[in-house]
Antibody
């Protein structure tokens, strides 16, 4: 059974940093592209970032480019999202999701999400 | 950026009724359009991929159709457990985008 378990969310002040993790199991992690999607309260889903299976290619939404860094450790089956210079607008539940390929494929499995709240 | 617009935003439906949700893209996405179901306080779940392809484990009452810019999700014979928000999503071009969602309530 595929499982994705996010952690690392919490309350942080504007301008602060946070690192999210997503532990994967039940599939061959290194062969899947991985993605972070967020959802602000009462809002639609928003794609944040994607990383290819071997980690050589990364992609970011304009809203987080230059502030967030996606990475992965295939030896630990774990995905990360380093979030710097956080703003109130980054407040959301952050989901990690798997996709077979970077382009074209849907997000076929999702974690339960971790809440990030940016507030003073 | 490709904008996805769903209609309606909200639908209140009696069990066993047919539900139709549409998703219109601001430009062609080919068939790279997918549908997700999100129940309250849960993460999204993939329902239909590539406009009309079924997903293992998803009840057969869920089906999808369409191509290019106009797509439809149909629930044939709504059940109480189908109360949820439904989102379309395009993976044709970056940035990947989602529709605003359609909330389906059971009468």
């Amino acid at each position: 059974e595929v499982q994705l378990l996010e952690s690392g969310g919490g309350l942080v002040q504007p301008g602060g940093s946070l690192r999210l993790s997503c532990a994967a199991s039940g599939f061959t992690f290194r062969t899947y592209a991985m993605t972070w999607v967020r959802q602000a309260p009462g809002k639609r889903l928003e794609w944040v970032s994607t990383i290819s299976g071997v980690g050589g290619s990364t992609y970011y939404a304009d809203s987080v480019k230059g502030r967030f860094t996606i990475s992965r450790d295939n030896s630990k089956d774990t995905l990360y999202l380093q979030m710097n210079s956080l703003r109130a607008g980054d407040t959301a539940v952050y989901y990690c999701a798997s996709k077979i390929g970077v382009y074209g494929d849907p997000f076929d499995h999702w974690g339960q999400g971790t809440l990030v709240t940016v507030s003073s | 950026e490709i904008v996805l617009t769903q209609s309606p935003d909200f639908q209140s439906v009696t069990p066993k009724e047919k539900v139709t949700i549409t998703c219109r893209a601001s430009q062609s996405v080919g068939s790279s359009l997918h549908w997700y179901q999100q129940k309250p306080d849960q993460s999204p779940k993939l329902l239909i991929k590539y406009a009309s392809q079924s997903i293992s484990g998803v009840p057969s009452r869920f089906s999808g159709s369409g191509s290019v810019t106009d797509f439809t999700l149909t629930i044939n014979g709504l059940e109480a457990e189908d109360a949820a928000a439904y989102y379309c999503h395009q993976s044709s071009s970056l940035p990947w985008t989602f529709g605003q969602g359609t909330k389906v309530e059971i009468k």
